[in-house]
């Protein structure tokens, strides 16, 4: 498989490390903090790694290449949440709305239970999402602390299609 990716030899600083770890802790902290209402309480951790961002772009290609990742996959699951509770619950009330009034047809006898029974599952998958932000985020920390890089899965790909090149380097553990 051909790549436009180009290692890059650099050595890193430890602050380096520190930085493209703490943007990637920071979506696991951001999720366990507002576990329960998605508000506002995500906007201080969303900025912090939006900094962390801004501040190295143009000084550490893979702090940028780490807090960029971080950050997309912040906001995709702050408000790809937000978007799953609002309209997964509307078109549950929707069903419900529907099977109730179709009850009077004899119909909706079947579709109640199936409705009531799919609201389980729609809680689970949307509790899935920041599940895997905790956990997703937390390998990324952990591996950039120790100095590897670490993609995230499909969104690495996606941000490098339409944000440009990645970065890639070799691991500096290596002997």
Same mark, same amino acid.
């Given at each position: 498989?051909?790549?436009?990716?180009?290692?890059?030899?650099?050595? $890193?600083?430890?602050?380096?490390?520190?930085?493209?770890?703490?943007? !990637?802790?920071? /979506?696991?902290?951001?999720?366990?903090?507002?576990?329960?209402? =998605? /508000? +506002?309480?995500?906007?201080?951790?969303?900025?912090?790694?939006?900094?962390? %961002?801004?501040?190295?772009?143009?000084?550490?290609?893979? #702090? =940028? !290449? !780490?807090?960029?990742?971080? &950050?997309?996959?912040?906001?995709?699951?702050? &408000?790809?949440?937000? *978007?799953?509770? @609002?309209? /997964?619950?509307?078109?549950?009330?929707?069903?419900?709305?529907?099977?109730? *009034?179709?009850? &009077?047809?004899?119909? /909706?006898?079947?579709? #109640?239970?199936?409705?009531?029974?799919?609201? +389980?599952?729609? #809680? $689970?998958?949307?509790?899935? $999402?920041? $599940?895997?932000?905790?956990?997703?985020?937390?390998?990324?920390?952990?591996? @950039?602390?120790?100095? !590897?890089?670490?993609? %995230?899965? #499909?969104?690495?790909?996606?941000?490098?299609?339409?944000?440009?090149?990645?970065?890639?380097?070799?691991? *500096?553990?290596?002997?």
């Amino acid at each position: 498989m051909k790549t436009d990716r180009q290692p890059a030899h650099e050595p $890193l600083f430890p602050r380096e490390t520190f930085f493209a770890c703490l943007a !990637h802790a920071l /979506g696991p902290i951001m999720m366990i903090v507002d576990w329960s209402n =998605k /508000g +506002p309480q995500s906007i201080p951790f969303l900025i912090a790694t939006a900094a962390i %961002y801004l501040y190295f772009r143009d000084k550490s290609d893979f #702090v =940028k !290449h !780490h807090a960029r990742q971080a &950050l997309a996959l912040q906001l995709l699951g702050t &408000l790809g949440w937000l *978007i799953l509770i @609002t309209a /997964g619950t509307a078109i549950w009330l929707i069903l419900l709305i529907v099977s109730v *009034i179709a009850i &009077l047809v004899l119909v /909706g006898l079947v579709l #109640v239970p199936v409705v009531i029974l799919s609201y +389980p599952f729609f #809680v $689970l998958a949307s509790l899935s $999402l920041p $599940l895997s932000i905790i956990v997703l985020g937390s390998i990324a920390a952990w591996q @950039t602390a120790n100095g !590897h890089d670490f993609d %995230y899965p #499909v969104l690495a790909r996606l941000l490098d299609r339409y944000l440009g090149v990645a970065y890639v380097r070799a691991d *500096i553990t290596e002997s």
